[in-house]
């Protein structure tokens, strides 16, 4: 019994360890977004592939799998911010869909959160079952604006984090909407910085 114990808190202790390092790692990929640093990427990979298994390992399979995309996305983000460029030998710039488009991306994802919302409150157990699709659906496509250096992707991931603290509040999971808290200022502070960078390109 005091063996079975002793596994279970080392087991514990393994997560926990794993668990800070991929927050560091998840607060450092954006501290370097911010920067536009391109070594955010392996930062991201390594903090989705730590959560992506953590996530496993709970049963949280959706959450694992996100993070797989998040995973994949971070490769892709790397490539894009590498080579994504028009112009030959110049890094991916800050660039803007522009009201109109981000209007339509707005509908269209929104169309698509209703139908997994209304699956997921009508055959499943999940909670807040639209919030979630919501910021689900949003989130995979935020990733992607990010990895083309969309300004407006920030804006979106305010958004997100916003709501996602609410939900983690509602949920008591009271550490994870302290990160959240964190994520959402640190988008802003993002935003603003690569506004500026925008502004300054087209001078």
């Known amino acids: 019994m005091n063996d079975f114990l ?12 794993y668990e800070a390092i991929a927050m ?6 954006i501290l370097l977004a911010i920067r536009q640093n391109i070594w955010c990427w392996p930062a991201a990979f390594l903090s989705t592939l730590i959560y992506a298994v953590l996530f496993f390992e709970v049963s949280l399979l959706m959450d694992s799998m996100l993070n797989l995309y998040y995973l994949v996305m971070a490769i ?17 710039k800050v660039n803007t869909y522009g009201l109109l488009t981000n209007i339509k991306i707005i509908v269209v994802l929104s169309f698509v959160s209703l139908c997994f ?6 055959y499943t157990s999940a909670d807040f079952a639209y919030i979630d699709s919501f910021t689900t659906v949003f989130a995979v496509f935020t990733t992607f604006m990010l990895a ?27 550490l994870t909407a302290a990160l959240f808290i964190i994520y959402t200022i640190l988008a802003l502070v993002a935003y603003i910085n690569w506004k500026k960078d925008f502004e300054y390109s087209r001078l």
């Open 117 to 122: 919302g209304y699956i997921m409150a009508n």
């Open 148 to 174: 083309k250096k969309v300004l407006e992707n920030w804006i979106y991931w305010i958004i997100i984090d916003i709501v996602s603290i609410y939900i983690y509040i509602q949920k008591e999971l009271y």
């Open 24 to 29: 560091v790692l998840a607060i450092a990929y």
């Open 76 to 92: 892709y983000g790397w490539y894009s911010w590498k080579y994504g460029s028009n112009i030959k030998n110049e890094d991916l």
């Open 6 to 17: 002793q596994t279970i808190i080392e087991s514990l202790s393994i997560m926990t360890m």
